[in-house]
């Protein structure tokens, strides 16, 4: 069987909150259906219909579905488009009954029955599903079913190919016994196996500029959450809390630049209770953004993206990590791991709860803290397997379908375990764990399949039948 090739630009995608299986998602499928739609001519064409089915279905309006589906067939791309815009941009649909098919063909356009949300309707292959309905003037018709299957991938019906671009890598890695072959024949450290494959793709400076944007695209995500108030959107009446956080933690003082607010953050002092509520601060500001549909990164997922900056920022400021090479070698041992959940199980809560979210981003970040702090290939993977092994049957059920209670918090959680489970690691011999990463990935994937479908992002158990909308938190 051959290979599947995730590139560190596939587990770690810029994009527009709140989710990146439901919003992210849709978002590329429906810029990827135009691509269609143009290859068939644009000129006659009359009329474009959405299904939505299962989680999509269930959870859509919450996780803004309809939004990303609008703004993919206009055109719109989510990596450069400003988040600032989309109220206008799908208020002037809905009151002109007009979308404009990839910026070029203006079509007659109801969001509220143009989009159709079967609440009661799955299709077999994967519970984010939607099917894309065409017709032109001449009669033409045409369908089109896509699947949201996790961390921003789609893949359409029919397409038997693997969901990475196919590329023959120096080091082929599908599990991590795999890495762990190449780590002791090489020598190398999981992040120079990384680099090496990456230029299966591109030239390694293009890789290095790369994830430094990513970077760049998490550190901001942090500063803005951390210094922005509000109410969340959608209903639930849910505060903004890490500003506040901010606040209590470095006073009232201004500080207009990334590197002036860390160097004040670090001046604070390196306490464990300092610590800990600034790795929840950092947490809790990316997934207020993602939960406002700001500018995030997925990591590996929309609903986890404040767990790795988390984990990142507290290796910058509390572990004098905040050199390029030292960023760069954790993004790209946080990737491979993530790539490897990715194909022995899944990184999409409708697949298999929030394990697949914040437990994969936890075993990621995990992974990355250790091997950056100095430790061994097999230290790193051992961090990444603790950090799992105490998030398996975690569930994901969202008040409202909307990716703020409990996710916001959960990503603080992940991110402190992450911590954790790396301390453990570091302080470990591996030559004696009686749990590989790989035998904790398969059991994480058995519980998925044995998890009730209520509690996998559909809203219809847990916490999301508990507590009544509209409760502020408390």
Known sequence: MPHESISVFDMFKIGVGPSSSHTLGPWRAAQRFTDTLQSKGLDRLTSVKVLLYGSLAKTGKGHGTDIAIQLGLAGEDPVTFDPGNITPAIDAIKNQKQLNIRGTKLITFDPATDIAFLYSETLPYHPNAMTFLAEWQDGRQLAETWYSIGGGFVKKEGDDSATGTAVQLPFPIDTNADLLHWCRKTGMSINDIVMENETAWRPEAETRAGVHRIWSVMRDCIYRGCHSEGMLPGGLHVQRRAAALNRRLIGNNSYHDFDTWIQAIRNGGNSFKYTLDWVSCFALAVNEENASFGRVVTAPTNGAAGVIPAVLQYFVIFCDGYKEEKILQFI??????????KKGATISAAMGGCQAEIGVSSAMAAAGLTEC??????????????????????????????????????????????????????????????????????????????????????????????????????
């Open 373 to 474: 702090v100095g430790g061994s290939q097999r230290q790193a993977m051992m961090a990444a397997e603790i950090a799992m092994e105490h998030h398996l049957g975690l569930t994901c059920d969202p008040i409202g379908g909307l990716v703020q209670i409990p996710c916001i918090e959960r990503n603080t959680m992940g991110a402190i375990k992450a911590i954790t489970a790396s301390q453990l690691a570091l302080q470990s011999t591996p030559d004696y764990a009686k749990v590989s990463l790989d035998a904790v990935i398969q059991t994480m994937w058995h519980t998925a399949q044995d998890m009730n479908s209520k509690y996998k992002e559909t809203s219809d158990g847990g916490l999301a039948v508990q507590i009544p909308l509209g409760l502020s938190e408390c």
């Open 332 to 341: 790209l041992t946080a990737s491979e791991i993530g790539s490897i959940f």
